[in-house]
């Protein structure tokens, strides 16, 4: 049965202890998909066994149907028709390196789904579910969005068993635990929370299950959806839930204390909590030499704060206070704005919004195009304008800078997008006074932020030289001994 909505309403159905029964059944929850396959056989020493079995074509290994399933129970001569044949079927003739009994016809249907065939015996109310899932993946290759120099170049696919094996190849002990469930009112997608049992904290784990119990959608398609659905702030600018493609950073995340969460048919885990300062690390500062390493981290802080402010801060210097540039660049400043119609503000957002288009543009299009695109249309573009006398060239060059600067936290590209407008409007309107305004608001908009409950900010409030090694800078990994305060419940990176 299917109710208003076209959801299988499965507790309409019932298993019967008559063959028959449980086919028509089946064919009605499956009617109208012609992927579905009824292969029924019986065993020729004893034609009174009579089974059938159900599987998904394209999602299953039909060499191990054949060899495990069907030709053992056919030709086995060690059967007889009495009560113990279905349990003599399952231990004595199918072979599988996973089998389970069912009688539930929920998770019959969606074993059946995800690969596994289910198997009927006449007079029994129940099936065997055999794992002879053969769909095909994506082989394993390394991520293009958080490529590296040097580590590890393995990325995470769309199989979630496959990416739960890097995670479990990188940490191998019991205490990894890995906690499936489903979700999606349509799709049934396999989800997995991962975490370390002696160093995630328990009430955040509770938390986590709380919030993924009350997911209420039709099909999740990628983890990003749970992101959405869980974060403690739906509306707010900044990351609360970190993603990778990568399980060294899953598995560095995870003896942190963290958990991370795999969703099947998406590459990208989510990790939780997930802090601010985590939007200036890139996994070469931990294969890199830590003096190099901490100064690229100084500088993805600095070109954050740079790209942010630049606009803003030429605005209000060039519009509200001009006796504090020097008299040598503001002539300069005047001489090449000479003859340009627009006053500085409309110079600066329209520069702003054709290097996001070029920028987005770069991004859609196939690789070798959209670098070109880039390039060649930023460099035609800035040079036509100044000509032209649209913009003045001191503006060329702080869009440039604010552009390239930007690039650098590419992780917070969202908020950088939205704190820079709002700065530039403040700056327009009050001068510096408003950029100081909205840089105090910025910092307050930070401090309000949690994930999980714990501040994304907490860990910029310490200046303990034993808690800021992996803030600032990235300390060699002979000091790299202890686990975050706030993460995790043993402190000793060594337990």
């Not at 090449?336 to 299009?365: D, Q, S, W, Y």
């Not at 670098?371 to 003045?392: D, H, M, P, R």
Request: charged share 20%.
């Amino acid at each position: 049965m299917v109710d208003a909505e076209g959801i299988v309403k499965y507790d309409s159905f019932s298993l019967s202890r008559k063959l028959a029964d449980n086919l028509s059944a089946f064919k009605k929850i499956f009617e109208g998909d012609d992927t579905v396959i009824f292969r029924e056989f019986e065993n020729h020493a004893a034609p009174a066994i009579k089974c059938f079995a159900i599987s998904i074509d394209g999602m299953i290994n039909i060499k191990t149907i054949n060899e495990s399933i069907v030709t053992p129970i056919v030709f086995t001569t060690s059967l007889n028709d009495s009560k113990n044949v279905f349990e003599d079927i399952k231990n004595q003739v199918v072979c599988g390196n996973d089998i389970k009994n069912s009688a539930d016809i929920k998770s019959i249907v969606t074993d059946v789904l995800y690969g596994d065939t289910a198997l009927f015996v006449e007079g029994f109310a129940e099936a065997l579910i055999i794992n002879t899932k053969g769909f095909s993946m994506r082989s394993i290759s390394e991520p293009d969005d958080e490529k590296s120099l040097r580590g590890p170049r393995e990325g995470f696919t769309e199989g979630i068993l496959t990416n739960t094996s890097m995670i479990r190849r990188k940490i191998q002990t019991s205490d990894l635990k890995f906690s499936f469930i489903r979700l999606g009112n349509r799709t049934n997608t396999k989800t997995c929370i991962c975490y370390l049992d002696s160093l995630v904290k328990k009430d955040m784990l509770e938390d986590l299950r709380k919030r993924i119990s009350k997911i209420n959608i039709d099909g999740l398609l990628d983890s990003h959806y749970i992101a959405q659905l869980i974060k403690d702030s739906p509306y707010s600018l900044l990351k609360t839930i970190g993603t990778t493609e990568k399980p060294d950073i899953a598995a560095a995340k995870l003896l942190e204390g963290r958990i991370v969460i795999l969703l099947d048919g998406s590459p990208m885990a989510l990790t939780l909590p997930y802090l601010l300062i985590e939007n200036f690390q890139a996994p070469d500062d931990y294969y890199s030499n830590f003096y190099y390493a901490s100064a690229t981290r100084i500088l993805r802080l600095l070109s954050f704060f740079i790209t942010i402010s630049i606009p803003a801060l030429y605005i209000a210097l060039v519009a509200f206070h001009q006796e504090m540039i020097p008299t040598s660049m503001l002539v300069s400043i005047v001489s090449a704005a000479k003859g340009v119609p627009f006053p500085a503000i409309v110079e600066c957002i329209g520069m702003l919004m054709v290097f996001e288009i070029l920028n987005e543009t770069g991004i859609r299009m196939p690789n070798k195009i959209g670098q070109a695109l880039s390039i060649v249309g930023a460099l035609v573009i800035g040079q036509a304008a100044v000509e032209a006398k649209i913009v003045s060239a001191p503006m060329i060059i702080v869009i440039a800078i604010t552009g390239i600067t930007g690039l650098m936290v590419p992780r917070m590209k969202a908020a950088v997008f939205v704190f820079r407008l709002v700065a530039l409007a403040g700056a327009a309107s009050f001068g510096i006074f408003g950029y100081f305004i909205v840089m105090l608001w910025i910092m307050i908009y930070m401090l309000s932020i949690k994930s999980f409950g714990i501040d994304i900010t907490s860990q910029f409030g310490t200046f303990s030289l034993k808690d800021i090694k992996d803030i600032y800078i990235a300390s060699p990994q002979q000091l790299m001994k202890t686990r975050p305060r706030h993460m995790s419940t043993d402190e000793t990176r060594g337990k």
